[in-house]
T-cell receptor, first 115, second 114 residues
Framework: GDSVTQMEGPVTLSEEAFLTINCTYTATGYPSLFWYVQYPGEGLQLLLKATKADDKGSNKGFEATYRKETTSFHLEKGSVQVSDSAVYFC??????????????FGSGTQLTVLP | NAGVTQTPKFQVLKTGQSMTLQCAQDMNHEYMSWYRQDPGMGLRLIHYSVGAGITDQGEVPNGYNVSRSTTEDFPLRLLSAAPSQTSVYFCASISTSGGARAQFFGPGTRLTVL
C-alpha cells in the first residue's frame, strides 16, 4: 500500500537557520504530494502541493520539489523564523489509496525555532 | 465563509458512553473525511464520504459510525466509547480545484475516554 516516511523529529533550529525536512514516499501510479503544517492547538493547514514530477510547490518561503526518480518531496526553507515552530506533515494522494480523494500521512516532524 | 467547523472542541467520556462529533462545511465540497491523530502516528483515516448518502470505511473504522444526509454535515458517532479512542479527531473537506486534492481541516475535537 501507499506510505509516507518522514524525517524523525523533533528538530530544533536557531532563527535564520536553513531547514530541511526529508520526506519519501511509496505509491503506485502518480500521486499528488502535499506538505501540511499544524500550529499548536489548531488543525492542519495546507502549506504547499505538487501534482507531477519536477513540480515545485512553494508558499511562505517554504519549497518542495516533486522528485519521482528518488520518490521524495523534501521541505526546505532558507531562513526559519520563530513563528515557523509547528508540526509538519508530508502526505500523498494517489488513485491506489482506495479513493483518489484520500490522503496518506507521514508521522509528522516537530520543528522548534529558537530566537 | 466559515470553512470546516467542528464541535465540541473538548470532550471527556466514560467507557461505554456514546456521543456524536459534529462536522460541517460551507464550501459545497462533495468529499469529506474523519481522521484521528495519535502521537507519533500522523493522521489515520476513519471514514470518508464522496457525497450525500455515500460513505465508506477508512483505515481504522472499528467503533465508529458515520452518515451523510446532507452535503454540509458529516457527523461521527462513537457507539460505546473505549479508552483506545482517546485521541484528537479532525474532520476534513476536500477540494479538487487546481488539479490536486487539497483537504481543508477543521480545528479538531480532543476526546478523552476514562
Amino acid at each position: 500500500g501507499d506510505s509516507v516516511t518522514q524525517m524523525e523529529g523533533p528538530v530544533t533550529l536557531s532563527e535564520e537557520a536553513f531547514l530541511t525536512i526529508n520526506c519519501t514516499y511509496t505509491a503506485t501510479g502518480y500521486p499528488s504530494l502535499f506538505w501540511y503544517v499544524q500550529y499548536p492547538g489548531e488543525g492542519l493547514q495546507l502549506l504547499l502541493k505538487a501534482t507531477k514530477a519536477d513540480d515545485k510547490g512553494s508558499n511562505k518561503g517554504f519549497e518542495a520539489t516533486y522528485r519521482k526518480e528518488t520518490t521524495s518531496f523534501h521541505l526546505e526553507k532558507g531562513s526559519v523564523q520563530v513563528s515557523d515552530s509547528a508540526v509538519y506533515f508530508c502526505a500523498l494522494s494517489a488513485i491506489s489509496s482506495g479513493s483518489a480523494r484520500q490522503l496518506t500521512f507521514g508521522s509528522g516532524t516537530q520543528l522548534t525555532v529558537l530566537p | 465563509n466559515a470553512g470546516v467547523t467542528q464541535t465540541p472542541k473538548f470532550q471527556v467520556l466514560k467507557t461505554g458512553q456514546s456521543m456524536t462529533l459534529q462536522c460541517a462545511q460551507d464550501m459545497n465540497h462533495e468529499y469529506m473525511s474523519w481522521y484521528r491523530q495519535d502521537p507519533g502516528m500522523g493522521l489515520r483515516l476513519i471514514h470518508y464520504s464522496v457525497g450525500a448518502g455515500i460513505t465508506d470505511q477508512g483505515e481504522v473504522p472499528n467503533g465508529y459510525n458515520v452518515s451523510r444526509s446532507t452535503t454540509e454535515d458529516f457527523p461521527l458517532r462513537l457507539l460505546s466509547a473505549a479508552p483506545s479512542q482517546t485521541s484528537v479527531y479532525f474532520c476534513a473537506s476536500i477540494s479538487t480545484s487546481g488539479g490536486a486534492r487539497a483537504q481543508f481541516f477543521g480545528p479538531g475535537t480532543r476526546l478523552t475516554v476514562l
